[in-house]
């Protein structure tokens, strides 16, 4: 079946404009997950969405960034006023639930966002 | 707070045993996950093991955890020429499904 799809693949702007990143979840996962892996960084957590609750926003770097989930299905992440540091690959992921049960989180390809 | 430590880089021959090692210090972590990220791809789950456990074998993965000292470890039996890539521990933080990643090990496995 389908997997987690990302769009665009590749986003270049210029420092100060917006963007938005898509994310299409694997049907029927209730949650879903924003990352960003910077060169020399890692992975790191920014935000996660489970079904109807508030959302975990405890990893957004600053108020530049937000993110929607919309019937909780597709997800926009927003970065506002971009800044080079901004730079990185952002991945989604989702899972069948979250919480304290095991529940694998599927990946999607990334978007490679490039700050100039 | 959550944090996970890796070491950067481990070089091996083809049809040698790779070990990779992790920290970490949350001691709540229900489980703990090696995932793998190939040049061009998405992270892939390998294996997790749930922290009651200490040990888990899965073929040629064998993934051992020490909770004292919060070290996880996976060895990749017969490493081959496929298994390049970038290996990253995580945990679950707590009761959230959020995961907290390594820095990744590089893995290079040369002929």
């Known amino acids: 079946g389908a997997g987690v799809s990302q769009s665009p693949s590749n986003k270049v702007t210029e420092k100060g404009k917006d963007v938005e990143l898509r994310c299409d979840p694997i049907?029927?996962?209730?949650?879903l997950y924003w990352y960003r892996q910077s060169l020399g960084q890692g992975l790191e957590f920014l935000i996660y969405f489970q079904g109807n609750s508030a959302p975990d926003k405890s990893g957004l770097p600053s108020d530049r960034f937000s993110a929607e989930r919309t019937g909780g299905s597709v997800s926009t992440l927003t970065i506002q006023r971009t800044q080079q540091e901004d730079s990185a690959v952002y991945l989604c992921?989702?899972?069948?639930?979250?919480?304290?049960?095991?529940?694998?989180?599927?990946f999607g390809p990334g978007t490679r966002l490039t700050v100039l | 707070g959550e944090d996970v430590e890796q070491s950067l880089f481990l070089s091996v021959r083809e049809g040698d045993s790779s070990v990779i090692n992790c920290t970490y210090t949350?001691?709540?972590?229900?489980?703990l996950y090696w995932y793998k990220q190939e040049p061009g791809a998405g992270l892939q789950l390998l294996t997790y093991?749930?922290?009651?456990?200490d040990m888990k074998q899965d073929q040629r993965l064998t993934v051992l955890l020490n909770k004292k000292d919060k070290h996880l470890s996976l060895r990749i039996a017969d490493t081959q020429t496929g298994d390049s890539a970038i290996y990253f521990c995580?945990?679950?933080?707590?009761?959230?499904?959020?995961?907290?990643f390594g820095q990744g090990t590089t893995l290079q496995v040369k002929p």
């Open positions: 049907s029927g996962h209730t949650a």
């Open positions: 949350d001691s709540s972590s229900t489980y």
């Open positions: 995580a945990e679950k933080a707590g009761n959230t499904g959020k995961l907290i």
């Open positions: 992921a989702s899972s069948l639930g979250g919480g304290a049960i095991y529940n694998e989180q599927f």
């Open positions: 093991i749930f922290s009651n456990m």
